[in-house]
């Protein structure tokens, strides 16, 4: 063995050990308002993407059901594969914070690099999946107009999912080092943008012919490459990275590589299990008739704009428990985990007294369609009974992350989100005949209530067992 390789090893040897018991450098703000001060950027910027999707969810609304329908099946079609692929992006974050938090800003260049490696394959393999026009449409079970229309926006998509992909990448460093105000402003812009692509792809305009619920999908793609731009420029030319871009030209490096994709397979199918749990469920809903698909699509899009209040809460936990542990404070990593906890489940609760005092109206500003708006209000009930427990299975997954526990908490999602929430609602929605079935759409949404109800019970009790256990036992995990 060279001298070289010696060093190499014994430098790899020193990484390991700081993973598990760093030297304490300065500890991050967990205080409420550094909790906030993070939680607020991501919820902006989650805001405007859900923004974007309830864009193109009243705009196709207003030129009639079947052009909603072909938003609800292509968009749960392109943010199913979108998501399932990006979410193995996700073990950056958690590095890169670990590597802030400990003060070594060279070391995260160089993982940005490794998971922009990851990032080009998985962009390849996301446009291959989405261009199987023929199969979602299949498996949605539409036909005629829409079956057409739902190919022309995933052909579009496709055109965008390489800039979506990519952009993760960026996305995930900017929370790691507290630079979430990048990602808000970014997508504030994207959101910006959007009703005037929506207004020339979909109503047709600047010579542009009106592609109705298809446009949306061409909205989606140019919108996508602006974002990347916007998020490459700020890396490269902001001087706060100065410290973290890399010197030189990296190539895949495969110890960085495995680190990464040890955490981020597993993050990236608890992501599919928890988005494909709604986007699966919105495809076979379709089948059942076009007022189902319309009213699970407004729903959909109802519940899941409450949701990033917690989902905010969860990756800010996630920074500053990873930025916590790589400082060498694991009692303050748990400390953050405890107050995230209690303020989501403040802020759930209000969220679902929300969701109960003015569900109806709400309703009424996505559709005209009375059948849709009676079937929409009725499944609301469900957003109301689990939105509690899904702030609480977010927090708890998203601080596993933190501590890089991320297999346990993927098989808990593939159980309880796709064993029991998306089969026990297929059962529920099209069967389940001796108990009066079967229910339709409300089939699917008390079955994934019953999921995410157990899922945030579950989470929520791991993710505290870990955070006491790693304050008494540091070099647990």
């Given at each position: 063995m060279t001298e070289k390789d010696t060093t190499r090893g014994q430098t790899e040897d020193r990484d390991e050990a700081d993973l598990a018991l760093p030297?304490?450098?300065?500890?991050?703000?967990?205080?409420?308002?550094?909790?906030?001060?993070?939680?607020?950027?991501?919820?902006?910027?989650?805001?405007?993407?859900?923004?974007?999707?309830?864009?193109?969810?009243v705009m196709a609304g207003r030129i009639g059901a079947e052009h909603l329908a072909t938003v609800a099946l292509g968009s749960a079609t392109s943010v199913m594969v979108l998501f399932g692929v990006v979410g193995t992006l996700q073990g950056l974050s958690p590095i890169a914070g670990h590597h802030f938090g400990a003060r070594k800003y060279t070391k995260i260049g160089f993982e940005l690099t490794q998971n922009l490696w990851?990032?080009?394959?998985?962009?390849?393999?996301?446009?291959?999946?989405?261009?199987?026009?023929?199969?979602?449409?299949?498996?949605?079970g539409v036909s005629g107009r829409v079956a057409q229309m739902t190919r022309d926006y995933l052909l579009a998509s496709v055109l965008g999912v390489p800039a979506a992909i990519i952009s993760r990448s960026y996305i995930a460093v900017n929370a790691a080092v507290n630079r979430p105000r990048v990602t808000m402003y970014?997508?504030?812009?994207?959101?910006?943008?959007?009703?005037?692509?929506?207004?020339?792809?979909?109503?047709?305009?600047?010579?542009?012919?009106?592609?109705?619920?298809?446009?949306?999908?061409?909205?989606?793609?140019?919108?996508?490459?602006?974002?990347?731009?916007?998020?490459?420029?700020?890396?490269?030319?902001d001087s706060y990275y100065d410290r973290m871009r890399p010197e030189r030209f990296y190539?895949?490096?495969?110890?960085?590589?495995?680190?990464?994709?040890?955490?981020?397979?597993?993050?990236?199918?608890?992501?599919?299990?928890?988005?494909?749990?709604?986007?699966?469920?919105?495809?076979?809903?379709?089948?059942?008739?076009?007022?189902?698909?319309?009213?699970?699509?407004?729903?959909?899009?109802?519940?899941?704009?409450?949701?990033?209040?917690?989902?905010?809460?969860?990756?800010?936990?996630?920074?500053?428990?990873?930025?916590c542990l790589g400082a060498g404070f694991?009692?303050?990593?748990?400390?953050?985990?405890?107050?995230?906890?209690?303020?989501?489940?403040?802020?759930?609760?209000?969220?679902s007294v929300l969701l109960y005092v003015a569900g109806d109206p709400l309703v009424a500003l996505y559709t005209k369609d009375a059948a849709v708006h009676a079937l929409a209000v009725s499944l609301l009930i469900f957003g109301i009974i689990y939105h509690v427990t899904d702030a609480l299975q977010t927090v708890g997954s998203f601080s596993l992350r933190g501590y890089r526990i991320t297999f346990v908490p993927m098989l808990i999602y593939g159980i309880l989100l796709w064993a029991v929430g998306l089969g026990g609602g297929y059962w529920a929605g099209f069967h389940a005949q001796q108990f009066g079935g079967p229910y339709g759409a409300a089939g699917f949404w008390a079955a994934t209530a019953l999921g995410l109800v157990l899922a945030g019970l579950s989470l929520s009790s791991m993710a505290l067992w870990v955070s006491a256990k790693r304050v008494h036992t540091p070099k647990a995990f």
């Open positions: 030297h304490r450098t300065e500890a991050p703000d967990i205080s409420l308002t550094g909790l906030f001060k993070l939680a607020t950027p991501l919820l902006v910027a989650n805001l405007a993407i859900m923004g974007g999707a309830t864009i193109d969810t990851i990032a080009v394959f998985l962009a390849l393999l996301g446009g291959l999946i989405c261009a199987q026009t023929d199969f979602w449409t299949e498996f949605g970014v997508a504030l812009m994207m959101l910006a943008t959007k009703i005037p692509l929506n207004i020339i792809f979909m109503y047709g305009w600047l010579g542009v012919p009106a592609l109705g619920g298809a446009g949306a999908g061409w909205s989606l793609a140019v919108n996508a490459w602006l974002g990347l731009a916007a998020y490459y420029l700020v890396w490269r030319l190539w895949p490096d495969m110890r960085a590589l495995w680190a990464q994709l040890k955490l981020g397979v597993p993050i990236g199918l608890s992501v599919f299990f928890e988005v494909s749990s709604f986007t699966l469920m919105a495809i076979f809903i379709s089948r059942i008739g076009t007022t189902d698909v319309a009213a699970h699509q407004i729903v959909a899009n109802i519940t899941a704009t409450l949701y990033q209040v917690p989902l905010s809460l969860a990756i800010a936990v996630s920074i500053l428990v990873s930025q694991p009692d303050k990593a748990r400390e953050i985990t405890l107050r995230t906890f209690k303020t989501a489940t403040c802020l759930a609760v209000m969220g």
